[in-house]
Nanobody
């Protein structure tokens, strides 16, 4: 049974930082893309960042480029999302996901975590 478990969310002031973690289990992810999505209040879920589990290539939404960094630790089967210079508009539930399809779209992912709340106060 595949499981993705996020942690690291919380309340932070604008300009601050948080690091989200996503521990994956239940299968080998060597051919997978690990992604992060977010759902702001009252809006649909949107792509944030993705990393190729094997080669490590990274991809970012324009809104987070230069502020967020995605990484992975193969030995720990964990992906990370380091979020710096946080803004109020980053407030959302953040989800990690694993898949082998279109990395920018939800439909490209087969497995999802339960989500972790990030709230940025201005």
């Amino acid at each position: 049974q595949v499981q993705l478990v996020e942690s690291g969310g919380g309340l932070v002031q604008a300009g601050g930082s948080l690091r989200l973690s996503c521990v994956a289990s239940g299968r080998t992810f060597s051919s997978y893309i690990m992604g992060w999505f977010r759902q702001p209040p009252g809006k649909s879920r949107e792509f944030v960042a993705a990393i190729m589990w094997s080669g490590g290539s990274t991809y970012y939404a324009d809104s987070v480029k230069g502020r967020f960094t995605i990484s992975r630790d193969k030995a720990k089967n964990t992906s990370y999302l380091q979020m710096n210079s946080l803004k109020s508009e980053d407030t959302a539930v953040y989800y990690c996901a694993a898949g082998r399809g279109m990395l920018h779209h939800e439909s490209g992912y087969d497995y999802w975590g339960q989500g972790t709340q990030v709230t940025v106060s201005s």
